[in-house]
């Protein structure tokens, strides 16, 4: 089993920045990609960033390219853990955020989710 702890979110006006956070324990020697996935309201989970570990690639959501940034969190030396920065944030970015890994299998594991709302 996998446990996913996620930090951040929140409530931020429009234009504003805002960091998540996610720590990985448990069984994760077969972490194959780690990222954050939304849903709002009403509309199916959708694919925000992810972070592949053997390669450092990353994959974004076309509506959030060149306002949000995945890295690995490198204050959390020897654990699967990333970071997403959120910048020039939109009402349009509202949802609740879940984090996820992706393992051999592939399996899948999912944060509880943390809420993101931007007002205008």
């Known amino acids: 089993q996998v446990q996913l702890v996620e930090s951040g979110g929140g409530l931020v006006q429009a234009g504003g920045s805002l960091r998540l956070s996610c720590v990985a324990s448990g069984r994760t020697f077969d972490t194959y990609t780690m990222g954050w996935f939304r849903q709002a309201p009403g509309q199916e989970r959708e694919l925000v960033a992810r972070?592949?570990?053997?390669?450092?690639?990353?994959?974004?959501?076309d509506s959030v390219v060149g306002r949000f940034t995945i890295s690995r969190d490198n204050t959390k030396t020897g654990m699967y853990a990333v970071v997403l920065e959120m910048n020039s944030l939109k009402p349009d970015d509202t949802a609740v955020y879940y984090c996820n890994t992706v393992h051999y299998g592939p399996v899948n594991y999912w944060g509880q989710g943390t809420q993101v709302t931007v007002f205008s």
């Open positions: 972070l592949t570990f053997s390669s450092d690639q990353t994959v974004y959501a």
